[in-house]
């Protein structure tokens, strides 16, 4: 079965993280088309992330997506019996290796204690009766006499091991490589299908669009109590601000999609799990949880219980919301505070090499940074900020730090935003 080895380069995962949302954003603000019909830019990049188990036929309404499913099952069983042999194999090669090991440790042992045993029993006959001699040779006639006795036990053992489990060694190797073809196969068919689909994508679509049958226009009831759309917040700088950051990283749920949708399909078709797409996840939820927290409390998104708070005039929740804002301040103020001791120590680990590093130890004042720092710090493999992960895709985290105190900068430019927005409820009654 072909294996995949792809690791996730570090510039292409900020990369991705900031020019997917960008590129994401200018879609959704295109005008829609008055009539909905299939695309061929979304058929192939369907194709592209779910072809191998048929997803565009379904998107394109075609039944034969149904093919493609059979044989993707067959590929997981597949691999799954190929590791089942593996480790089969494994085993067997295992208790092979430890019966050969006996035997080439017993077999010269054996050898040598009956060769000398002849000589041993004639020493003991020349000693005299009740002397040390005499028990001396008697405990090495002894000692020869068992390790004959046991070491042929063992040789018999091992040798009868040897003999059953060599066979078995070629025959789970043939099973392994029995499975193992069948899944390659079974995947080059699926990606024959793949490519035959991308060149027949334009006429199922032309197909697809033809079998649209034109529904009568619904009117749009708007439910006066359901949720205000997000622009309706934003009524300032800041609230703008806020708002571009959550939907900037609202997006990232979507890479996440395809990430792990890789990560399933590298691990379980192609039995090459990844060193990175686990902890590049949960690192960019992270950041994600961060920075759409001032987005959370701009649309009033935070779970909260208000039993009381609910019935509360807007002047009284405006007096109450004033009030509550200090704690807010406290919890925004210390995360920020203490994000950004975080963000310094990450750059000034002991192993940070560069200019930026030197300048968080301290070790250069902030002019001499500024004056040389140049692209190189970038460029250059042999400069490392600071921290790194301890996994093997080494991913530096000084910018999760760093993207920590931003989070902590937006709360607190969105509680006063919201703090100006209660002063004037309350002025205006």
Not at 360 to 371: D, F, H, K, V, Y
Request: aromatic content about 12%; glycine content about 6%; proline content about 5%.
């Amino acid at each position: 079965m072909p294996g995949l080895s792809f690791t996730l380069p570090h510039w292409l995962y900020w990369v991705g993280l900031i020019a997917f949302p960008a590129i994401a954003m200018i879609l959704a603000r295109r005008p829609r088309p008055a009539e909905r019909l299939y695309t061929k830019t979304i058929a192939y990049m369907i194709l592209v992330a779910g072809g191998i188990i048929g997803i565009h036929r379904f998107y394109l309404k075609s039944i034969l997506g149904l093919i493609f499913i059979p044989i993707f099952v067959f590929v997981l069983y597949s691999n799954s019996s190929e590791q089942h042999a593996r480790t089969q194999q494994t085993n067997i090669i295992n208790q092979l290796r430890m019966a050969e090991r006996i035997v080439d440790r017993e077999k010269p042992r054996v050898s040598e204690a009956v060769a000398a045993i002849d000589s041993l029993r004639a020493d003991l006959a020349a000693t005299e009766e009740g002397s040390f001699a005499r028990r001396s040779a008697e405990k090495k006639v002894d000692r020869a006499a068992r390790t004959i006795e046991t070491g042929r036990a063992k040789l018999d053992e091992a040798e009868t091991t040897v003999a059953e489990t060599a066979p078995l060694v070629a025959a789970s190797s043939e099973k392994r490589a029995f499975w193992s073809r069948a899944a390659a196969w079974a995947l080059y068919v699926l990606l024959a299908m793949v490519a035959i689909d991308a060149i027949l994508i334009p006429g199922l679509v032309r197909q697809a669009n033809g079998s649209i049958e034109m529904e009568p226009e619904v009117p749009i009831v708007i439910d006066p109590d359901s949720r205000q759309p997000d622009p309706a917040y934003a009524t300032n700088f800041i609230d703008r601000i806020s708002l571009f950051c959550g939907e900037f990283v609202s997006y990232w749920a979507v890479i996440a999609v395809f990430v792990y949708y890789y990560e399933v399909i590298a691990r379980y078709v192609f039995n090459s799990p990844t060193n990175w797409a686990h902890e590049s996840m949960y690192l960019m939820f992270g950041m994600q949880y961060l920075i759409a927290g001032a987005y959370a409390m701009l649309t009033e998104s935070h779970v909260r219980v208000d039993i009381f708070y609910a019935n509360f005039s807007p002047r009284r929740k405006a007096i109450t919301d004033l009030l509550t804002s200090v704690f807010f301040f406290i919890f925004a103020g210390t995360l920020m505070a203490t994000s950004w001791i975080f963000a310094m120590d990450a750059i000034a680990v002991p192993s940070g090499n560069g200019i930026l590093s030197a300048w968080a130890r301290g070790e250069i004042p902030t002019a001499e940074m500024l004056s040389r720092f140049d692209l190189s710090q970038f460029t250059d493999p042999a400069i490392r900020w600071g921290e790194i992960s301890f996994n093997e895709w080494e991913v530096p985290l000084w910018p999760m730090k760093w993207v920590m105190v931003l989070g902590g900068l937006l709360l607190i430019l969105q509680g006063i935003s919201k703090v100006g927005k209660d002063i004037r409820a309350i002025a205006r009654g």
